[in-house]
């Protein structure tokens, strides 16, 4: 019933969409081109779609840019944590939340022999990820 509910409703809102083509919707947009970085590469490419995140412009003056700067290479920390941990696992999740079969798999199996283990989801960095597979 509810799925019902919300289909009926996402088809009236965009179908209003379609017909009124004024206002600040895709209509509007369609022309307006701007510069995103794309996968952290550094030449910008010109795209005419939605902008889904604000990356950091060399333009910008230095008190509106991003302040977490990173300490240290990525190849550095992964060195730190291996000789650190016995076992360090750079898994999809954390060994409480996995987010794949494979590291579910793999924390069960080293939590049933009582291995204790310490843990980076490589999901949410994907150059910590590109790092792991330079360190190995």
Do not use: W
């Not at 290479?73 to 696992?89: C, N």
């Amino acid at each position: 019933m509810a799925k019902l509910i919300s289909t009926k409703i996402l088809r009236a809102m965009t179908s209003s969409f379609d017909n009124a083509k004024s206002g600040f919707g895709p209509y509007c947009l369609q022309y307006m081109t701007y510069s995103t970085k794309q996968n952290g590469d550094s030449d910008f490419s010109t795209s005419t779609t939605y902008p889904t995140k604000i990356t950091s412009d060399a333009d910008t003056h230095e008190d509106f840019q991003p302040s977490n700067k990173r300490t240290g290479s990525l190849l550095d920390i992964v060195e730190k944590d291996v000789k650190e941990s016995p076992v360090m696992i750079y898994m999809k999740g954390l060994p409480d939340a996995p987010r794949c079969g494979f590291s579910a798999l793999a924390v069960k199996v080293l939590q049933q022999y009582g291995v204790p283990i310490k843990a980076r989801d490589i999901l949410g960095d994907l150059k910590l990820k590109e790092s792991v597979k330079t360190y190995t």
